[in-house]
């Protein structure tokens, strides 16, 4: 089984900046897609931003112009650059993988192959 490991996160106020960064424990097929959700209290889990292998990317509105995800396929790892954080982006981050169409994966968490522990992100006003 893949161990999707994350790193980063943790608090700042409003406008900052974080970066995660989550490292697969091998390939896989299931890596074809990798990417974050996030997930807030009280709320269903979310997608928030995807990137194939091959590069291309989706992100949800919520961050789109905020957020920029990465990858780098030699060391199975993929990246989250958040900025202008807001207080509304306040949540566990957890990494993802899977190779169902990214468009769908985004929108259905329960298409994820594979989940990451968690990682916290908060935001102060």
């Known amino acids: 089984q893949v161990q999707l490991v994350e790193s980063g996160g943790g608090s700042v106020q409003a406008g900052g900046s974080l970066s995660l960064s989550c490292t697969a424990s091998?390939?896989?097929?299931?890596?074809?897609?990798m990417g974050w959700f996030r997930q807030a209290p009280g709320k269903e889990r979310e997608g928030v931003a995807l990137?194939?292998?091959?590069?291309?990317?989706s992100y949800a509105d919520s961050v789109k112009g905020r957020f920029t995800i990465s990858r780098d396929n030699q060391k199975n790892t993929v990246y989250l650059q958040m900025n202008s954080l807001k207080p509304e982006d306040t949540a566990m981050y957890y990494c993802?993988?899977?190779?169902?169409?990214?468009?769908?994966?985004?929108?259905?968490?329960?298409?994820?192959?594979?989940w990451g522990q968690g990682t916290q992100v908060t935001v102060s006003s």
């Open positions: 091998r390939d896989d097929s299931t890596l074809y897609y």
């Open positions: 993802a993988a899977g190779r169902a169409p990214m468009g769908y994966l985004l929108a259905r968490p329960g298409l994820v192959r594979q």
């Open positions: 990137i194939a292998r091959e590069g291309s990317t």
